[in-house]
């Protein structure tokens, strides 16, 4: 199964190993994510390593794991559905995920509650994700 990756399920799967770790892990799905997440990570890898339960060398690790476990979708790919995409999220900041998601007609995984108010896309947290 396809699935949009949102930076808050990435964002727990590096702090520490979670259920979400084990979910992404699973093979079950086909991950991708805008590219620039990782720029965004590494950006602020200060502040995750003093929320993370990992050691430096073991966070960088990971982040270079993940790196290769879900697919990364340059922006240049996904511009021509942010128009539509802007019109159905319900956060500016997300409209990268609901474009990418528009672009490969697939659901978007997130913990964050607000993403399900709307009826176009479908967003699965991560107890649901557990249950396909």
């Known amino acids: 199964m396809d699935v949009v990756v949102d930076a808050n399920v990435i964002f727990a799967v590096l702090i520490k190993d979670s259920f979400s770790y084990h979910l992404l892990f699973s093979g079950r799905f086909h991950l991708f ?3 620039y997440i990782f720029i965004e990570f590494e950006k602020h890898k200060e502040e995750i390593l003093k929320k993370t339960e990992r050691t ?10 993940l790196k290769r476990r879900i697919t990364l979708v340059p922006l240049e ?12 999220t319900p956060y500016p900041n997300d409209t990268v995920y609901f474009a990418l998601a528009l672009k490969l007609n697939c659901a978007i995984w997130s913990n964050d509650k607000k993403l399900k108010e709307q009826d176009k896309i479908k967003v699965y947290h991560t107890h649901e994700i557990a249950k396909l």
């Open 77 to 88: 790919e996904i511009r021509e559905y942010v128009n539509e995409a802007e019109k159905i």
């Open 33 to 35: 994510t805008p590219e």
């Open 56 to 65: 430096t060398e073991d966070f960088f690790r990971l982040l270079e794991i």
